[in-house]
T-cell receptor
Framework: GENVEQHPSTLSVQEGDSAVIKCTYSDSASNYFPWYKQELGKRPQLIID?????GEKKDQRIAVTLNKTAKHFSLHITETQPEDSAVYFC??????????FGSGTKLNVKP | GAVVSQHPSWVICKSGTSVKIECRSLDFQATTMFWYRQFPKQSLMLMAT?????????EQGVEKDKFLINHASLTLSTLTVTSAHPEDSSFYICSARDVGLASGRVSDTQYFGPGTRLTVL
């Protein structure tokens, strides 16, 4: 089955700095890579996603890059704000739409 | 759009009893729903795929007789934790994918319910 690894487990940045979270996956059949943000006690919310036929996608302060050959993908958040503080999960999805999640990164943006 | 609800939001039960959790897609139809389990400060672990009108498919290591899944309609899937024990205490969360049956809007992503916190005494 798919194995998704995520690093770092915790990340602390100063407001305005950039944050980068990295994930690797093992199954070359995975073709869809969403990123979710989960605030304490709440449901995961999709923040950005990328399909395997695209190398990079950007949405305002958030961007995701995918290296299909190396089987890794990354989330980049620029100009971080305190409200960006949350746990971020990467996931890898297959044609059956099953998602396998990374272990999560707790991002703390210090004002 | 693409709202998923869960009921109940939390439940406390005695060891040995069964608990049913409902997952509903409110504004779209879902042929497939997914059930996850999340321990405190940990990731979401996929338990099973719930298929409308057919048997659920379970991930390796998940007991299908312990976690009964029924997907009787295009908007409702239920997870029943049978003979619950304290080690079953966890946050159970469902998700659904809008395949555009009614909305015409097809999405790769999964929309998550708010989760159900189960505590078994």
């Amino acid at each position: 089955g798919e194995n998704v690894e995520q690093h770092p487990s915790t990340l602390s940045v100063q407001e305005g700095d950039s944050a980068v979270i990295k994930c690797t996956y093992s199954d070359s059949a995975s073709n869809y890579f969403p990123w979710y943000k989960q605030e304490l006690g709440k449901r995961p919310q999709l923040i950005i996603d990328i399909r395997s036929n695209v190398g990079e996608k950007k949405d305002q302060r958030i961007a995701v890059t995918l290296n299909k050959t190396a089987k890794h993908f990354s989330l980049h958040i620029t100009e971080t704000q305190p409200e960006d503080s949350a746990v971020y999960f990467c996931a890898a999805g297959d044609n059956f739409n099953k998602f396998y999640f990374g272990s999560g990164t707790k991002l703390n943006v210090k004002p | 759009g693409a709202v998923v609800s869960q009921h109940p939001s939390w439940v406390i039960c005695k060891s040995g009893t069964s608990v049913k959790i409902e997952c509903r897609s409110l504004d779209f139809q879902a042929t497939t729903m997914f059930w996850y389990r999340q321990f405190p400060k940990q990731s979401l672990m996929l338990m099973a795929t719930s298929n409308e009108g057919s048997k659920a498919t379970y991930e390796q290591g998940v007991e299908k007789d312990k976690f009964l899944i029924n997907h009787a309609s295009l908007t409702l899937s239920t997870l029943t934790v049978t003979s619950a024990h304290p080690e079953d205490s966890s946050f159970y969360i469902c998700s659904a994918r809008d395949v555009g049956l009614a909305s015409g809007r097809v999405s790769d992503t999964q929309y998550f319910g708010p989760g159900t916190r189960l505590t078994v005494l």
